[in-house]
Nanobody, 126 residues
Framework: QVQLVESGGGLVQAGESLRLSCAASGRSIASYYMGWFRQTPGKEREFVATIGWNHSTYYADAVEGRFTISRDNGRSTVYLLVDSLKPEDTAVYYC????????????????????WGQGTQVTISS
């Protein structure tokens, strides 16, 4: 398994930016897809973005153009730069790992990811 710890959340105003970090430990993440999801109370956890072992990136329509996912395998860390934040981006953001080495299938659903962090709260005030 991989242990994941998110950080970087907080309270910001609409239009501002944050950089979320996900520190991985337990094994190298270099050969895995890594993803970010978010969840608000009473709603299902939803896909935000994923980055492949080959650094390919995929985004949910709601965040395309505003969020950027990246990875630093040397630091075993995945980042999510969240820009031009809106009140509807308020959620707990979770990091996740798809533990299929060199997967050729892009994971986008909760079931595709088997390791999860505890989440970091992002709150945007209008």
């Amino acid at each position: 398994q991989v242990q994941l710890v998110e950080s970087g959340g907080g309270l910001v105003q609409a239009g501002e930016s944050l950089r979320l970090s996900c520190a991985a430990s337990g094994r190298s993440i270099a050969s895995y897809y890594m993803g970010w999801f978010r969840q608000t109370p009473g709603k299902e956890r939803e896909f935000v973005a994923t980055i492949g072992w080959n650094h390919s990136t995929y985004y949910a329509d709601a965040v395309e153009g505003r969020f950027t996912i990246s990875r630093d395998n040397g630091r075993s860390t995945v980042y999510l730069l969240v820009d031009s934040l809106k009140p509807e981006d308020t959620a707990v953001y979770y990091c996740a790992a798809n533990l299929v080495k060199y997967s050729t299938v892009v994971p986008r659903t909760i079931r595709d990811f088997s390791s999860w962090g505890q989440g970091t709260q992002v709150t945007i005030s209008s």
